[in-house]
């Protein structure tokens, strides 16, 4: 079957959801002479299957294949759903934890991510039950099943982290109630391994997804918990500086191949959309930590009043009026934050223009990579003279038409005001460009003389007046995160699920006019 090969070649290969030695078997005897079936690998297949569909990226086949791959994928999760409640108490075996971390994954690439967290939050508190967390109970199991717990642990761990902080809302997983080891840096069976073009260079991307998520929690413990919302200001910035110091050290650990500027040249075209989704959350928890939405923001106040209405009902609708409270009134980010969110933001955008996209591609990466349109069209509003002011531009005006490919595909009226933001601040950026080459008045100021009142100096120079100590990962009850130094279906169809559908269509004959290259 091409999907169950495409899914083991691509998306388990990173993310290591299912063992293939042992899966495969499992299909073997479904579709046997005399097959033994059951609920559990019948859901499980569907899940596979699904998920193989929908890494083929578009081109990959013609548009009638394409759209009956969309109908075969949104028939096997509706089968898989319809037998779900059997699995959430499911502890004989890690084929119910699978089977769920499946369906959040492939919810989590839909536009409403509410159904993912509810998967996510179900399948930890599985892992609960079997233990997973627990270095104590490896003694009943086998060295090979001890390793596909503590890997299926690291993924549930990887979604729930993401999910709380693209929600504002707390995680699952307390990493004080973790104490097995982090997954090793070289692995035996190389997987979750990812190699250069060239065969030279190596990346463990799965343990850079856990270091990664460990970090997102912090953002939300430090930043957006209901504790730290009401911390003193001095403190606040206090825990921004300390977070990109561990997102620095994150970053530091990626070998120059991989880099977010060299990615796109270096790796495979298969692996390439794993790669674009990590760096797309790196920069989701860039953004988040330097309070780039903030009221107090320089380009906040220079967007008309409509815009920042449309912020506003933008904000509250997507993840509701607490979040949107919570970013507005953080503090701007500093001088070297709001230089460090554009860097990555624009290196972000190239990335995702140069990847070819997938349905989840699109999905997972959208809001964070408009997010980033919108920091480089505030940044030419802010420094209209900076000296890659041409090239942002140019970039900025790819990532427009791609949000209107991308406003024709989905059937909503959700982003609406996204689309009045985006268009104000393009339309913005593009005249103040305009009247600086033509050698008219500058419309704005310079970034840094636009940021007085801000702490003076870069992150180093506040870190060193505010004496705040070092972030030190074994200090924060980590218990057992011992970060090192380098960092033909025939049962079940049946009662609908209850979790909700995805609120609106895409047709799929579009979705291949998406994404870059």
């Known amino acids: 079957m091409p999907m169950v090969d495409n899914f083991f070649k691509t998306h388990n290969n990173v993310t290591l959801l299912f063992d293939q030695a042992q899966f495969m078997p499992l299909l073997a005897r479904w579709y046997a002479k005399n097959p033994k079936r059951d609920r559990a690998t019948w859901a499980a297949i569907l899940v596979v299957i699904a998920l193989g569909s929908r890494l083929l990226a578009p081109g990959a086949v013609a548009s009638r294949d394409l759209e009956d791959h969309a109908e075969l994928e949104s028939y096997c999760m509706r089968n898989a759903q319809s037998v779900m409640s059997e699995f959430t108490t499911r502890d004989e075996d890690l084929l119910g934890m699978q089977v769920l971390l499946g369906l959040a994954i492939l919810f989590y690439d839909c536009s409403d991510t509410m159904p993912a967290s509810i998967l996510s939050g179900t399948a930890m508190k599985l892992a609960h039950r079997l233990q997973l967390n627990s270095h104590s109970s490896a003694q009943f199991f086998t060295a090979e099943e001890v390793q596909q717990r503590s890997r299926l642990f690291w993924n549930a761990y990887i979604l729930d982290k993401d999910l709380s902080l693209r929600a504002k809302a707390p995680s699952v997983q307390c990493d004080a109630d973790i104490d097995i080891p982090m997954p090793p840096i070289v692995l035996s069976d190389g997987a979750g391994i990812i190699t250069s073009k060239d065969g030279h260079s190596h990346l463990n991307l799965f343990r850079l997804r856990v270091d990664l998520a460990h970090i997102e929690g912090k953002i939300y413990d430090l930043l957006y918990s209901c504790r730290s919302i009401k911390a003193p200001k001095l403190e606040r910035q206090r825990h921004v500086i300390s977070l990109q110091a561990m997102l620095d050290h994150w970053y530091a650990r990626i070998p120059p191949a991989f880099k977010i500027e060299k990615a796109s040249a270096t790796v495979s075209n298969d692996k390439i959309p794993e790669i674009t989704k990590l760096y797309h959350t790196y920069l989701l928890c860039i953004v988040t930590t330097h309070g780039v939405y903030s009221n107090q923001a320089d380009w906040m106040r220079r967007v008309s009043s409509l815009s920042r209405v449309a912020i506003q009902d933008f904000a509250t609708a997507v993840q509701g009026p607490r979040v949107y409270f919570t970013c507005m009134n953080q503090d701007p980010p500093l001088v070297g934050g709001w230089s460090h969110c554009v860097e990555i933001s624009r290196a972000s955008m190239k990335l995702f223009q140069n990847t070819k996209s997938t349905s989840g591609l699109i999905w997972q990466c959208s809001c964070v990579h408009f997010s980033a349109l919108i ?88 870190l060193e007046r505010t004496a705040f100590p070092e972030f030190q990962w074994s200090e924060d009850g980590l218990g057992g995160l011992e970060f090192d130094t380098v960092f033909n279906p025939s049962v079940g169809v049946g009662e609908e699920s209850s979790l909700s559908s995805i609120e609106f269509e895409v047709r799929p004959e579009a979705l291949g006019s998406l994404g870059g290259a």
């Not at 460009?433 to 840094?448: F, I």
């Open 375 to 462: 920091v480089i069209l505030a940044n030419i509003l802010i420094s209209p003279r900076h000296e890659s002011v041409s090239l942002d531009l140019q970039t900025a005006t790819t990532s427009v038409r791609l949000f209107e490919q991308f406003l024709d595909v989905v059937q909503s009226t959700k982003y609406e005001p996204l689309q009045r933001i985006i268009m104000d601040l393009y339309k913005s950026a593009t005249s103040v460009v305009d009247k600086a080459r033509l050698g008219g008045p500058n419309q704005a100021n310079d970034l840094n003389a636009s940021l007085r009142g801000l702490p003076e100096g870069d992150l180093d120079v506040f």
